[in-house]
Each structure stands twice: as C-alpha cells, then as structure tokens.
C-alpha cells in the first residue's frame, strides 16, 4: 500500500540525532539501527545520513498541516471570517486584534520552518563528510536535492510571513545570539537556487519508489509559487522580472506535465474523492498522513495528526439542542461516526467566498462546502460486530430515522403538513479495528433515496462520502436541515420536511461586506435563533474513508493534505500573465471547464466560459479551486490587495487592519527573548 511510505518518511523524523535513543521505529526506513555507534560514526555513514535526512520531512506533518500554519496561512483574509458567538477565538490573526509577539499560532509557524532549516541545513553539511560516498553518490545527490527543495519550501513560508529574517544555510551549531536579518531580496534568490538545483537533480519518480517523498514536480511547482510571490515584492532575474519568470516555469511545467508526471484532473469531484487521498495524482507535494493499517502505526505520535478540518465545521449540538432532528443521543458533536468532531466552530466562510460560486453549473460547490447535515446509522458496523460494534458505529436505523412531531415542526418552521412524516439516515457506518492500538475505522456508504429497509445490501458507496446531492430536491428525506445558497421562497421551503435556510440570511444586514454572521437572539430572522450556529462547512480536510480515522479521537483525522497541487500553477500562470501583459482567460478555463456540473454548461452563456480575465477573476477563481488551501494570505500579500479586498469583503478584519505593520507576522518573543541584539533585531513593528 501507498501508506507505507509514512512509516519510512515521518516515522524515522522522530529521531533527531539516531544516537542517544533507541530507533526501532526507524528500523523500517533502512533497518539500520545506530544505537550502538557514535554520533561521528553514525552522521558519516550514508545509512545514518539517510536516516538523518527524514527529520527534514517531519516539519510538514502535524505543524503545518494541522491547525496552525492552516489558519494563519488562510485566514485574516477575504474568504473567512468568525461565525456567531466566536469572536474571540483567534482574534489575533482573523481580525488583526491584539496580535503580538506573544502570538502562540504564529510562534508554532515560526518554529516549525526554523526548526525544519536547521535540519536541512545540517542534512547539506554532512553530506559532503560521508566516509561511503563514492559508493552511494546518486543516491546523496537526491536526497540532497530533496533537502534543498524542502528548504526552500521552508524559506517561502517564512519570508511571505515575516519578511527579512536571517538567511542561514550553513549547518550552525553554536547558533548565534546574535543574527542578522537579510534583505528579502536575497532570501528570495537562496530559494530560487535551491528549487532550481533541486529540479535539476531530482528524478521524476519518487526517490526508492516513495510517495511521501518531493519529486522534479514539487521543486518546478514551488519554483512557480516562489517566483510569483518575489514578483509580488518586484524582484526580477537576469533583466526579466520574476512574474516573467512565474510565467516561464509554470507554463514549462503545464506543456511537459506528461514529462514530469504531474496531471489535472479532468473532474473537480476527482481532486478530493476518498480513493484519491493517498496517491493523488494531481498533488506536486503532499504532506503525508500516518496509515492506521501500517504495522508501525504510533496511536502516540500526537504531533502527527492534523486537526484543522473540524475548525471549519459548526457545532450541531448548539443549534439543535436536543434530539428531536438531530439525534443526539446517537451522535454527539464531540463523537460522530460520520461527520467526526464538531465542537470547534472557529472558521466560516464569508459571504464573498460563497458569492464566487455558481452553483447552477459549478460543482466545486457541493465538492467544497457542507450545505446540508444528516444523521448516519451503523447497520453494517452492527451486522458484522454485534454487541461488540463500537460506540459511536452501534446505531440502528430505527434509532437515527426522525418522526417529525408537531413540536419539531412549530420549533423548526417546518410546515405542520409534514407532520408524522420521517427524515432518515443518509450514511451508515462499518466499523472496522484497524491496529493493536484500537484505531477504529468508520467506513462511510450511502442510503438510496426511497429504500426505507435498512438493509445494508441496498448500501452505495460514492467517490466521497461528504458530498451531498445538490441542490437538494424538495421530497429529499434523508438530511435535517439544508443551507441553501440559492434563496427559497416560503412556499418552496413549505414542501420541504427538513429544515430549510437561505444562507444569505445567516448573514447580519448591517454590514455590507458579507463577514458578519447573525446573532443567536430572538429577533434574527430564522425560523429557530439558535440556528444561527450554522454556516457552510469547508470539507476539504474530513477525511471520511478507511484509513483517515483515529479510533476514539475524533478530532483528528490521518489522510494526505495536499501541500500543493496542479491547479495552482494554472492559476499562478494566469496571475503571472495578467502581470505581463498576457491573457488569463486560457488558464482559468482549464479549470472553470472541468469543474462544470454538465459539459454543455462550458460556454460564454453561462458564464462559465472566459473571453477575457481580470485580476478579479483571478482572485475568484483562486478563492474557487483552492479556498482553505494554505494560498489565500500569500495571494493578498503578494497583490498588496488587504487594504482593498478587506475593506469591501470582511469588515470585521479591515476594522483593526494596519497596512504599515500586518503586511508581516511579529516575530515571536521565544526567539526575542533568546538573542542577544533583540532590540536591533526588532519586531516587525509590533
């Protein structure tokens, strides 16, 4: 299986030095165990080296690709903004209030891409000192060129968030009190060194055949990033400019993708299907997720298991809070079988990001966002383990089948014509232990709509398990509630049995901008206040499939996140052309056409077509393919488009937005505290 990668990728990451703990859990990288040797002997022989080298990887899981880097590098933005009564939680980086630098998200960034260079650095450092190398001189100069690459992809991180920093690329063991910071201008050309190096040296195939591994792909593709965002601070190259540069690499990369085995796919619903998630054929660098089924699979690893998807989600429980439509007796928000956890409610999408889509002809609507919630049963968990089937899989579906009462009805605003009527599950769950660490799988299939029997062999399973029929048909009886983003007049929402919502009424009236969500009171305008709490929800990152669970912790979940992937060079050689003076239309089109929901609907007519492009359509389509996917802030930053986007998209983050200062993240105390110039070295402005 593809997930065996993890345990020679990350697993071995764990052990920084190889030489004072024991490395069992390397074994399964190169079944080399050094513990008996010294550091010397270890750090200049290839095997060690090798092994070494895996620490270079282990900054991309957990830290980047959990909450951290995932909010700080999205939000603050145009596309999101706090729902109903959150206001608080991460006020600091989504609306610019009290951020200091005793920031603890922004410090987690900061240590995570330091700490990652440091590794790379020293990685470099010993290759040239290994007593073996002759013999093993290919294999050095790729993981060398995977190093480099993984350093620039550091480096990026760090100069779009805090600007000038100290450019290191020497293994620096005393680590000096007191560093300097290097312009940015320089900074930028380490980084295209190192990508252009490391595109050159390495294969096209994954180094031993592993897929957690960076590629020819992921250096060209981050080759492209990198040069946008230095054409954002107007750097240029040998007389050409680095958007001219943009334009180059990322146009070689999408006329040779065959060459460089990188590919788009022709279906948007493709990109994020449950079979796709651990061999994505669209992603250039992926981040990948620990395999519960792999025998070295660590319950332990906590730094391991991202967590950002349930941040995204908003809090069932809060907005019908008891079990009448939502079975909450079957599954709480803190444990669901199917949806996971949903106790956070930190992030929704402003009314902006909902706007971008069409979702008459765009189905990156419905392969995007959460419009409609529904209860699961556990029938084939039930049938195959009895008494044993594990809470929260153990549900009948007699248990999440709905009889709407009169009371339900009255509560919800559903019309009293449905009463006696019944909403049933549209999941059901299989339960399955995947690793002595009682790692339990939820395995997602779909109830046909008008099968009412229950028995599991009437059971589909779709392509992704999250996504729902859309739009939602009016005798739909299998969800409790539906989001509708097309406004239903109240005699369409009478015909319907489950709770029907306009989203554009979720949203307070008084602010124009779309980035204010109504208020749980009495007056709000809904049918109950309390659902308020609802908004669509970002599924991107719910990795719903065999595999991507962890047993009883729902708040984690153990799929690939893509770090990058194809799509975004179109978009990056549309914005690149755009500042060239070439068209855009062409590269956004690839991707508006295979995200129609009909092929017929690719024309002028629907709008769906593109004759021309401005920088706007580039800032939508942006906000289409790739919203919640680590791009939105370097996109403003690099447009110098805050003040402007803000001010017309999210007024709760324009509100206390300083142009002088957040074009750049404070430098956090940890490391003021730790220098000796730390006065010289300054803040950043905070």
Known sequence: ?????????????????????????????????????????????????????????????????????????????????????????????????ALTTSSGIIKNVWDFAWGSIASCNKTIALSTQLTDAAANANDIKTLVAETKCLRAYYYSVIVTHFGSVPLIVNDDPQHSLSPQRTPVPQIYTQIIADLTAAAADLPVAPYQNNAARVTKKAALGLLARAYAQGGGEGLTENGKSYWQRAKEVADDLINNKGA???????????????????????????????????????????????????????????AFGTADVFKRSVNSNTSNAYYGRLNQQFIAPTKYLINC????YDKRWENTFVTAYANYSGVQAINNLGSGAPSPANVTYAAATVTLTAAICTKYGIDASHVGEKIYPYADVNARNASANATWQYIPSIWPKGDYSGNAS??????????????????????????????????????????????????????????????????????????????????????????????????????????MRMAEVYLIAAEAALHTGGSAASYLNVLRQRACRNPADFNTTTGMMLTTATMNDVFDEYARELCGEYSRWALLKREKAFE???????????????????YNRPIPFSFLSQITNGAEFGTNGY
């Open 1 to 97: 299986m593809k997930n065996q990668y993890i345990k020679r990728i990350y697993k071995c990451g764990l052990c920084l030095l190889l030489v004072t703990m024991s490395v069992s859990s390397c074994k399964k990288l190169d079944e080399f165990n050094p513990t008996s040797l010294s550091e010397q002997n270890v750090l200049t022989n290839f095997a060690g080296w090798k092994a070494y080298q895996s620490n270079c990887y282990t900054g991309l899981f957990g830290s980047l690709i959990g909450l951290q880097y995932g909010l700080v590098s999205e939000v603050g933005t145009d596309l999101w903004t706090y729902p109903y009564a959150n206001h608080n939680q991460y006020k600091d980086i989504m609306g610019y209030e």
């Open 260 to 318: 460089y085995n990188a590919t788009t796919y022709d279906d948007f619903a493709k990109v994020f299907a449950a079979a796709n998630n651990r061999n994505n054929a669209e992603a250039l660098f992926t981040a990948y997720g620990l395999n519960p089924y792999d025998p070295s699979y660590d319950a332990f690893t906590g730094n391991s298991k991202p967590n950002i998807y349930l941040h995204y989600y908003p809090k069932l429980d809060d």
């Open 357 to 360: 889509f069409n979702a008459t």
């Open 458 to 563: 009437v059971l589909q399973t779709i392509p992704n398990a999250n996504v729902h029929p859309y739009p939602l048909a009016q005798n739909e009886d299998r969800f409790f509630v539906y989001l509708s983003k097309d406004p239903l007049t109240a005699l369409d929402k009478k015909a319907r049995r489950y709770v029907t919502v306009n989203i554009d009424d979720l949203f307070d009236p008084s602010d124009a901008t779309g980035s204010t969500y109504k208020a749980v009171s009495a007056g709000n305008g809904l049918p109950n206040s309390a659902l308020a709490n609802l908004f669509p929800a970002m599924m991107k990152f719910n990795h719903n499939f065999d595999g991507g669970w962890l047993g009883g912790n729902f708040q984690q979940k153990l799929g690939n996140i893509m770090i």
């Open 644 to 662: 402007t986007r803000l001010a017309t998209y999210n007024a709760t983050a324009v509100a206390n937005f300083n142009p002088a200062i957040h």
